[in-house]
């Protein structure tokens, strides 16, 4: 449980945190997996795993705009297509088994998705498929509500192989995402469990919020500098791949 192991269930959440956010995205499904491990009912992992999320991509999702770099008019369509399609996801029953392999399983693509270079897209030109990723928004977003992550790093290499925007045109996008999916499948969740159980999540998880609030500042600011962005996925790539292989054998 959260308070038989604080200390370490908050280094995690930061070091998760600080590894995501510097490539862009929240961690959800990480914390989410790390509080299944820990032994906490599952039917709150999504209350505490979006409230971090929002918490890690607010900042991210803010200096982006703050620096032009949201194409807004293109991310508007995705983010209002997956944003009610979260929602549902949210107010969906899942038992426990299904819950836990679905996370699992993300997990383990997450890693994947993590190693696919990153470039920029080639003369400017999109593909063929670029105008069918707000399509993408849809199933993502409900997954996202279901299994309570952001949805943003499945998003993100789509986007990429279909050459959509630049990089960090993607990267805003993706970390807006990830904020609107977060909020709206948070809030399928409360009225699926009621707000009793909200409240006894976050009540619970206040030393991992501020693990994270502190992870994310550090990551979105610092951990680019001091070390190459691809070693950086890497590393967040083995963290998610052993988390995700832990949950899956103990299924």
């Known amino acids: 449980?959260?308070?038989a192991v604080p200390v370490l269930l908050a280094a995690a959440f930061l070091v998760t945190a600080l590894l995501y956010a510097s490539v862009g995205f929240g961690g959800g499904s990480?914390?989410?997996?790390?509080?299944?491990?820990?032994?906490?009912?599952?039917?709150?992992?999504?209350?505490?795993?979006?409230?971090?999320?929002?918490?890690v991509v607010t900042g991210a999702s803010i200096r982006f705009a703050r620096a032009?770099?949201?194409?807004?008019?293109k991310a508007a369509v995705i983010v209002l297509l997956g944003a009610p399609a979260s929602f549902l996801g949210g107010l969906t029953p899942i038992k426990e088994a299904?819950?836990?392999?679905?996370?699992?399983?993300?997990?383990?693509?997450?890693?994947?998705?993590?190693?696919?270079?990153?470039?920029?897209?080639?003369?400017g030109r999109a593909t063929r498929a670029a105008r069918y990723m707000p399509l993408a928004a849809v199933p993502l977003g409900y997954f996202a509500g279901l299994v309570g992550i952001g949805g943003g790093i499945f998003l993100a290499p789509l986007l990429h192989l279909a050459?959509?925007?630049c990089a960090r045109g993607i990267a805003a996008t993706a970390s807006l995402f990830i904020l609107v999916n977060s909020i709206f499948g948070?809030?399928?969740?409360?009225?699926?469990?009621?707000p009793g159980l909200?409240?006894?999540?976050?009540?619970?998880?206040?030393?991992?919020?501020?693990?994270?609030?502190?992870?994310?500042?550090?990551?979105s600011l610092?951990?680019?500098?001091?070390?190459?962005?691809?070693?950086?996925?890497?590393?967040?790539?083995?963290?998610?791949?052993?988390?995700?292989?832990?949950?899956?054998?103990?299924i």
């Open 98 to 123: 299904t819950f836990l392999a679905l996370l699992g399983g993300s997990l383990v693509l997450t890693a994947l998705t993590m190693l696919i270079p990153v470039r920029e897209a080639e003369g």
């Open 163 to 165: 050459r959509w925007h």
């Open 1 to 3: 449980m959260i308070g």
């Open 30 to 55: 990480t914390y989410s997996a790390l509080l299944a491990l820990s032994g906490l009912d599952y039917r709150l992992l999504p209350l505490v795993s979006l409230a971090c999320n929002i918490v």
């Open 198 to 219: 909200l409240g006894q999540a976050l009540g619970a998880a206040l030393p991992l919020l501020v693990a994270v609030v502190i992870g994310g500042q550090i990551g």
């Open 68 to 73: 032009g770099l949201t194409p807004w008019k």
């Open 186 to 194: 948070l809030g399928g969740q409360v009225i699926k469990h009621g």
């Open 222 to 250: 610092m951990a680019a500098r001091l070390l190459p962005p691809h070693w950086i996925r890497w590393l967040t790539a083995l963290l998610v791949a052993v988390v995700g292989v832990r949950l899956l054998a103990g």
